[in-house]
């Protein structure tokens, strides 16, 4: 079963974030009963990739100002039928910013979220189920803006509030926050 991997991989952040089993419940009954879940012509929605991208030293996080939303956001776009989520993110961030030398800092999922995507031309509102993880990028000072984008920016975390007040991205702030202090912690 090609859902089983991020089944899988959502029941261990139901574990670790008991305070959102709501949401993980609300993402597994939608990859249950929709075989097609990682198709973006499926019109109720579809599951996309996104990561959560900071420097080696973890004081910034980079953020694109997202052309179609216009609204500060993580880097990250639709599975197209790959049901490797954590491929789909690495593969948008590559798209998204023309950085090649990206490192998963954890193989979980950091974040996940279910927001409505309003109507748009000929496409209907819709679901993304959005699965972020944490990816580390090695050389911060070479990117590129893509087509989909405004602008990118490497945000320090502590002015992360300047640019946007997104309930998503002020909850990925504090799981890195935590995830950075306890690997600070063990070195």
């Known amino acids: 079963m090609h859902r089983k991997n991020l089944l899988n991989?959502?029941?261990?952040?139901?574990?670790?974030y008991e305070e959102e089993k709501e949401t993980?419940?609300?993402?597994?009954?939608?990859?249950?009963?929709?075989?097609?879940?990682?198709?973006?012509?499926?019109?109720?929605?579809h599951i996309t990739g996104s990561a959560w991208v900071v420097n080696n030293?973890?004081?910034k996080i980079l953020l694109t100002h997202h052309r179609k939303l216009n609204k500060w956001l993580q880097l990250g776009g639709h599975?197209?039928?790959e049901s490797d989520i954590l491929k789909v993110a690495l593969k948008e961030v590559e798209e998204e910013s023309g950085f090649?030398?990206?490192v998963a800092k954890d193989k979980n999922i950091l974040d996940i979220d279910?927001?409505?995507?309003?109507?748009?031309?000929?496409?209907?509102a819709h679901y993304h189920y959005d699965v972020r993880f944490l990816i580390?990028?090695?050389?911060?000072?070479?990117?590129?803006?893509?087509?989909?984008?405004h602008d990118l920016a490497w945000i320090p975390i502590e002015k992360l509030a300047t640019l946007t007040t997104e309930e998503s991205i002020v909850r990925m702030a504090k799981k890195w926050q935590k995830f950075y202090d306890n690997s600070m912690d063990k070195e």
């Open 9 to 16: 991989l959502l029941e261990v952040y139901r574990e670790n």
């Open 100 to 102: 090649s030398d990206l």
């Open 24 to 45: 993980v419940e609300q993402f597994i009954q939608f990859i249950s009963h929709n075989e097609d879940c990682f198709e973006r012509t499926l019109e109720i929605g």
């Open 57 to 59: 030293e973890g004081n």
């Open 114 to 124: 279910v927001h409505l995507i309003p109507k748009k031309n000929d496409v209907a």
């Open 79 to 81: 599975a197209d039928g």
């Open 136 to 149: 580390a990028v090695n050389d911060t000072t070479n990117y590129v803006v893509s087509d989909e984008s």
